[in-house]
């Protein structure tokens, strides 16, 4: 077959047997796809060479760059001693030195490393052990079976993610599965659903969650929430102090805090886990995306000696945690991870990326020339730029315009890849981008916005 039968092969192939995640594929089969062939550093090529800036770190995992020569190498090192073996009765040196790196840089307190293979089963976990923790650390049965969650909220896909989950659109079709979690409002300033503005409101959101918790506190065992930024809302950013107060109120009424950083944990958010901006230290940490670098499909479960403990007993008393799925901590992505942590280290990720940060702010301000940009949020490396049909009265384009979807492509025929959140546009880049390719990702983004927004 010549090269160019091939291509067009895969784009028939594609379209004739792959089912795409969050597509709608009726859609999808009417465009050209675009089939990824290599990416380095900060781009990515398709199989006919043309090149893109990977503007969302390929679903925000992307830390230092594709085809990392230290982690690539550190994998191929694995894989010369073994792909895979179970972490079920057995263990091997990569998870074993993972765990013990994961506890010397989370938070104050998390000191047992449960794996498992992505940011949903993460949470998964975080939930069937907050729960079984509940009901076994006295000797009754504990009345603790609900959790609370955040409106606006998302922990993944599997059921009991999407049982905390608060984004009708995704969750909605799933009701009648769902366990009860009970919502609290979500500390979104831009929709303030208590129709308050930051700083005067005095974090008043808080006082909806306290009531809630005070409320329901003996029935529930844990709060779940991703901490500084609820992502895939549309990077709504909480205010200052909002995630120390959850903390203080869980410590208050005793339940058990699970803080969801799959999103926003290894450096997105300008520190390597978003609770210490805040100095919490949560009961449960849930770890993904960024973990192996952005490489290999890996987790963490993190909890405190308190949580573990109430686990141990006889054989027979059944108190052990009955999970695990079968690529948990896979030793070539525990490998790739261990080299990620190695590359922060050696290069100064997070240091260098303090003036990253800055140069994207600053960048950013030039959006408010378009007359739809509503909002523009950012923390850290993480921006949602929030387009309206009127940015006095905040309406939102009717939803089958495709604004923020139109953009996006706007952006790919200008050789950048992003991709919206309804209409909000994220701008999440590897950590490793260089200040011109972050121009590039900034001109790209404004220049697709006022094409598609302000076409007469
Ligand atoms: C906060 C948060 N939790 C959990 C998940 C689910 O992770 P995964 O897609 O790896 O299952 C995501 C994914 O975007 C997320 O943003």
């Known amino acids: 077959m010549d090269i160019k039968m091939k291509e067009l092969q895969l784009e028939s192939d594609d379209k004739r047997y792959v089912w795409h995640p969050f597509t709608q594929m009726r859609h999808y089969i009417e465009e050209k796809p675009l089939i990824i062939e290599r990416g380095r550093g900060s781009f990515l090529w398709d199989i006919y060479g043309n090149r893109y800036l990977d503007g969302i770190s390929s679903l925000w995992v992307t830390v230092h760059g594709h085809c990392k020569e230290e982690i690539d190498r550190a994998m191929i090192e694995q894989i010369k001693r073994i792909s895979h073996s179970t972490l079920l009765g057995l263990t091997h040196p990569p998870a074993i030195e993972l765990a013990g790196r994961l506890v010397k840089i989370t938070p104050e307190g998390l000191n047992k490393v449960f794996y498992s293979d992505s940011g949903s089963t993460a949470v998964e976990v975080a939930l069937k052990i907050a729960y079984q923790y509940w009901q076994q650390k006295t000797k009754e049965p504990s009345l603790r079976r609900k959790f609370i969650s955040l409106k606006n909220a998302y922990h993944g896909d599997t059921i009991g993610a999407v049982s905390v989950g608060g984004i009708d659109l995704f969750h909605g079709a799933y009701q009648p599965l769902l366990f009860d979690s009970l919502k609290v409002e979500s500390p979104c300033c831009y929709r303030c659903n208590i129709e308050k503005t930051y700083p005067s409101c005095g974090i008043e959101c808080l006082l909806h969650a306290e009531a809630v918790i005070k409320k329901h506190h003996h029935e529930t065992a844990a709060l779940i929430i991703e901490p500084l930024v609820q992502g895939a809302a549309g990077i709504l950013v909480s205010p200052p102090g909002y995630l120390r107060g959850i903390r203080e109120l869980c410590t208050r009424y005793k339940i058990t805090m699970i803080a969801d ?196």
């Open 261 to 456: 950083e799959v999103a926003v944990g290894f450096g997105r958010t300008g520190r390597m886990f978003a609770c210490e901006h805040e100095d919490v230290a949560p009961d449960i940490i849930a770890l993904g995306k960024g973990i192996t670098g952005g490489y290999l499909p890996l987790a963490a479960t993190i909890t405190t000696d308190e949580i573990y403990n109430a686990f141990l007993g006889e054989y027979d008393e059944f108190k052990t945690f009955f999970h695990g799925h079968t690529y948990t901590g896979n030793p070539v992505a525990c490998a790739a991870a261990l080299a990620s942590l190695d590359i922060f280290d050696k290069e100064e990720t997070l240091l260098k990326l303090k003036e990253k940060i800055d140069f994207m702010q600053s960048g950013l301000k030039r959006f408010w020339e378009l007359e739809h940009v509503g909002d523009i949020r950012q923390k850290g490396f993480m921006v949602g730029i929030e387009l309206v049909s009127n940015r006095d009265t905040k309406e939102t384009f009717p939803s089958e315009k495709r604004t923020g979807m139109k953009v996006i492509m706007e952006a790919r025929k200008r050789g950048v890849i992003i991709r919206p959140l309804g209409d909000v546009i994220i701008l999440m880049p590897p950590l490793s981008i260089n200040q011109k390719e972050l121009e590039e990702l900034l001109c790209v983004t404004f220049d697709s916005i006022q094409c598609v927004t302000e076409k007469k």
